[in-house]
């Protein structure tokens, strides 16, 4: 089974709307990391988030840890069709022992 | 199917000494990616092969890492000789051919390689 549960699956939004996608573990985390990975290419860096109820923002998207670090969400506010591409949590469920979400596949329509 | 697969899981060298990491992708997997994590920060990109070629390389760190993929199979990456700033977690991930619509062209990580350098 998953040790990180990332929801949905996929997602389909009209460009312009707001959307949330979870990343959600059994254990307390070490330290929570969000990645998208665009069309044919690897992955992209996109915040870092290790103290319980810290948010982090960068441009228009902002992701929350819980204060139990076991629960985290990605929003993405007014998406746009670049916004698209697939996104993973990665966290340390140990210290520097870091495991994978299955992603979450955005698609932004026009 | 077998998922990613790396060896080894551990690897424990002093400085100086050679270390080569394995990494069998996915069967039918085009596109392979090779990351490394040092020290709790977040991953960071080294290179990307499409079959046996390598497409973007420019995360590699300097010319004590080398990195192959003959055939179009499984990779190694080859650290010669290490430092102490070597040290962290070697990640590989594969992927199907994106130019694929039927394929979903995600990323399929292994568990990692954590090499030490004492």
């Known amino acids: 089974s998953q040790e990180l549960e990332q929801s949905p699956q996929s997602l389909i939004v009209q460009e312009g709307k707001n959307l949330t996608i979870n990343c959600t573990s059994s254990k307390t985390l070490y330290g929570l990391y969000w990645y998208k990975q665009k069309y044919g290419e690897g992955l992209i860096f996109l915040m870092m988030?290790?103290?319980?109820?810290e948010e982090k923002s960068h441009e228009k998207i902002t992701a929350k840890l819980d204060e139990k670090k076991q629960q985290s969400s990605l929003h993405i506010t007014a998406s746009q069709p670049s916004h698209a591409g697939i996104y993973l949590c990665g966290a340390d469920i140990l210290p520097h022992d870091m495991r994978f979400g299955a992603g979450t596949r955005l698609t932004v329509k026009p | 199917e077998a998922g990613v697969t790396q060896f080894p899981s551990h690897s424990v060298i002093e400085k100086g000494q050679t270390v080569t990491l394995r990494c069998d992708p996915i069967?039918?997997?085009?596109?392979l990616y090779w990351y490394r994590r040092v020290m709790g920060k977040e991953i960071k990109f080294l290179l990307h092969?499409?079959?046996?070629?390598?497409?973007?390389e420019s995360g590699m760190p300097n010319n004590r890492f080398l990195a192959e993929r003959t055939g179009g199979t499984y990779s190694t990456l080859k650290v010669q000789p290490a430092e102490l700033e070597d040290s962290g977690v070697y990640f590989c991930a594969s992927s199907q051919d994106w130019n694929d619509r039927l394929n979903t062209g995600e990323l399929f990580f292994g568990e990692g390689s954590r090499l030490t350098v004492l």
């Open positions: 069967s039918g997997h085009d596109n």
């Open positions: 988030l290790q103290k319980g109820g």
């Open positions: 092969f499409v079959k046996e070629s390598k497409q973007d």
